[in-house]
T-cell receptor
């Protein structure tokens, strides 16, 4: 099946710093989502971005589908940005792909005041 | 529009027992997927239901099963619980139909502890 690798595994920042999280995947995808998991375990949708670039406030994401990677940018980080960030991908629906997202292992982000 | 809801939020069970978890999708969403999250294995896909039919199943033993009702609500059941089944169980709903893929939205999860 498709493999998803996220880097770095851990990231420690001072408040106000910028950061880039990377997601590499091993095959063509029809779905790519970035999530932030809060301390209670809920996955918060950040971006649905199978290709192209999107921005939402201090966060932006870019997916280069032809080169099989996606980047999540966090600018002017805040302590509330701390948590685990997941990239998840889905392939074209059908057979063993219906409704299935394959997750990376996540990046643990810690932002210090 | 209300989000995905899951009940119960926390559950403690004993080895050998069975458990049923419930998920109500976003109104209008007909696809429900279930995931298991553990510290060792991360987030893993369990199965997906669409219009009361299981369309896809992950690599889990037959003790894990599910179903979907006509109102798109879904339940998953784990029989003969093992200590390793302790995990956060997440469900997600989407508009997915046919061969199209859509964004998935997750519920708050059910944290299951098996003692």
């Amino acid at each position: 099946g498709i493999q998803v690798e996220q880097s770095p595994p851990d990231l420690i920042l001072q408040e106000g710093a910028n950061s880039t999280l990377r997601c590499n995947f091993s095959d063509s995808v029809n779905n790519l989502q970035w999530f932030h998991q809060n301390p209670w375990g809920q996955l918060i949708n950040l971006f649905y971005i199978p290709s192209g670039t999107k921005q939402n406030g201090r966060l932006s994401a870019t997916t280069v589908a032809t080169e099989r990677y996606s980047l999540l940018y966090i600018s002017s980080s805040q302590t509330t940005d701390s948590g685990v960030y997941f990239c998840a991908v889905g392939t074209k629906a059908g057979g063993t792909s219906y409704g299935k997202l394959t997750f990376g292992q996540g990046t643990i982000l810690t932002v210090h005041p | 529009k209300a989000g995905v809801t899951q009940t119960p939020r926390y559950l403690i069970k004993t080895r050998g027992q069975q458990v049923t978890l419930s998920c109500s999708p976003i109104s209008g969403h007909r696809s429900v997927s279930w995931y298991q999250q553990t510290p060792g294995q991360g987030l893993q896909f369990l199965f997906e239901y669409f219009s009361e039919t299981q369309r896809n199943k992950g690599n889990f033993p037959g003790r894990f099963s599910g179903r979907q009702f006509s109102n798109s609500r879904s339940e998953m059941n784990v029989s003969t619980l093992e200590l390793g089944d302790s995990a956060l169980y997440l469900c997600a709903s989407s508009l997915a139909s046919g061969t199209d893929t859509y964004e998935q939205y997750f519920g708050p999860g059910t944290r299951l502890t098996v003692t």
